[in-house]
């Protein structure tokens, strides 16, 4: 089972997270909310990784049923599609992708192997840990992916992800208005701490935008609270408590 050191307050320090167990290591670098609008690779590689397996079957035509999951979908693009004068850029993106989010990744074209670390190459559970490790980083709920050992096992646990994908895409179709949202909790963290400007927003990470907009929420109602204390307006024998406990 591989474990993370992911922790809130180190993004604010760096956005490399480490992950291990007992036989590798490896860097995962979460991308900050500019590179999620502004680098096309990047985006592309995290869609993949934490999109549902109906999702990826849409994206590739050599791939078989039994393997539409990210890393076969990864594979194919680089080594099999790659070749075709069509898929070449896509492709490419795929493999600067990788090489962003994953740092030290390396391609071998001959064996289609892709190395991310030193001894460490890319598969299946490690991709989904990539995909959990990417998740967290945009402050969505989500639970390491299990390490599956038999056919059954991976059969229900496949059933039970795809309703739960079924979910969270009616989930998101419903929530529009995304960039308008994101834009609103912008002004709102600025207003509340007006050191903040949009260009050092822009490079922290969702799961950091909402931590912050839940205590510029607090600050903004201390302000408030604060003012009607001093006024003499406050009910008897009240106080006021700091909106950081």
Request: glycine fraction near 4%; include cysteine.
């Amino acid at each position: 089972m591989f474990k993370n050191n992911f922790d809130l307050f180190q993004l604010f320090i760096t956005k490399r997270i480490h992950v291990w167990d007992e036989n590798i290591h490896f860097d995962v670098i979460v991308p900050t909310i500019r590179e999620l609008y502004q680098d096309e690779a990047v985006n592309l590689i995290r869609n993949f990784l934490t999109c549902s397996k109906e999702q990826l079957a849409q994206f590739n035509p050599f791939q078989d049923e039994d393997e539409i999951d990210s890393y076969h979908v990864i594979l194919t693009t680089i080594f099999d599609l790659a070749p075709y004068a069509e898929y070449r850029e896509y492709a490419a993106r795929f493999r600067e992708g990788l090489q962003k989010i994953l740092p030290g990744t390396e391609f071998n074209n001959t064996n289609h192997t892709i190395t991310i670390a030193q001894n460490v190459k890319l598969n299946e559970d490690i991709c989904n840990y990539v995909g959990y490790i990417l998740k967290l980083s945009c402050g969505e709920k989500a639970d390491a992916p299990v390490m599956l050992k038999t056919e059954e096992e991976r059969k229900f646990y496949a059933a039970q992800k795809a309703a739960e994908d079924k979910i969270a895409a009616i989930r998101r179709q419903n929530n529009s208005g995304q960039t308008d949202s994101l834009l609103k909790s912008f002004l709102f963290i600025e207003y509340a701490f007006p050191s903040y400007s949009h260009d050092y927003l822009l490079d922290q990470t969702m799961a950091q935008i909402r931590w912050l907009q839940n205590y510029a929420a607090g600050s903004v109602s201390y302000k408030v609270n604060e003012k009607t204390f001093a006024a003499g307006n406050m009910k008897k024998g009240s106080k006021l408590d700091f909106f950081i406990k």
